[in-house]
């Protein structure tokens, strides 16, 4: 992983290249927005290069997805694998933090001679790429925030992870965070990946309820005398 002075001088560098990349920051702050570079991802794609799980990592803008490739290796077994990603729905409050995604053109082709059981799968052709979310969910060992998957969906909820769902500080803390503000959307355009923010979801009541719920009726109760 890069350094943080490594971070620091790379946006400076790609800033002197790119001025432009100030004012959009601008407009897209007022519009509660947030564009970041792909140029910047890439960046990022190599730095994870270095690390040896993937090679030849690429990132294109296929509005208002993006397309995902590189060379990884699965239980011994070079591979090629890609797809485009379109983030369709996101829901962030306090019941749930959701992200539906789509999968097109998924690809996983082998990237070298093996004789491992998945080479064994894609040479055979069993394996239903046009069909990612539903090989997913037949897939052993499921990750608990996996909501939903079929045909060339995948439906996440980080709220299901029991680090996130069953902790009542953190419970708390998202209650808080968006009842302010919430993530509403991601996409890409042609040189960009946007996430756009919602400001006040439940309107300015549903953010005085949370802050009453969460901070003032927490912090009176410091106060009360406890029963014996």
């Known amino acids: 992983m890069p350094t943080p002075q490594q971070t620091v001088d790379a946006v400076r560098s790609y800033l002197r290249m790119h001025p432009e990349e100030l004012g959009r ?12 570079p792909l140029a910047a991802l890439r960046w990022l794609g190599q730095q994870a290069e270095r690390s040896g799980k993937i090679e030849d990592f690429q990132i294109d803008s296929v509005p208002p997805g993006i397309r995902l490739s590189g060379n990884v290796d699965l239980m011994n077994t070079p591979l090629r694998a890609g797809a485009i990603i379109f983030v369709e729905r996101i829901v ?105 923010f919602r400001a006040l979801p439940t309107g300015l009541g549903g953010a005085a309820r949370s802050v009453r719920t969460h901070i003032v009726l927490p912090s009176m109760s410091r106060f009360l005398p406890r029963a014996r």
């Open 25 to 36: 920051a601008v407009r897209s702050a007022l519009g509660l927005r947030f564009g970041v």
């Open 92 to 196: 962030f409050n306090d019941e749930e933090l959701t992200v539906a995604l789509r999968l097109e053109e998924v690809m996983l082709k082998l990237n070298g001679d093996s004789d491992s059981p998945v080479a064994a799968l894609i040479k055979s052709g069993a394996l239903d790429l046009s069909n990612p979310g539903t090989l997913v969910n037949f897939m052993p060992g499921r990750s608990p925030v996996l909501a939903e998957a079929n045909g060339n969906r995948i439906v996440l909820d980080l709220m299901r992870d029991p680090k996130i769902g069953r902790n009542p500080l953190v419970r708390r803390a998202v209650s808080l965070l968006t009842s302010f503000v919430t993530l509403h959307g991601v996409e890409s355009d042609t040189k960009h990946l946007d996430i756009a």
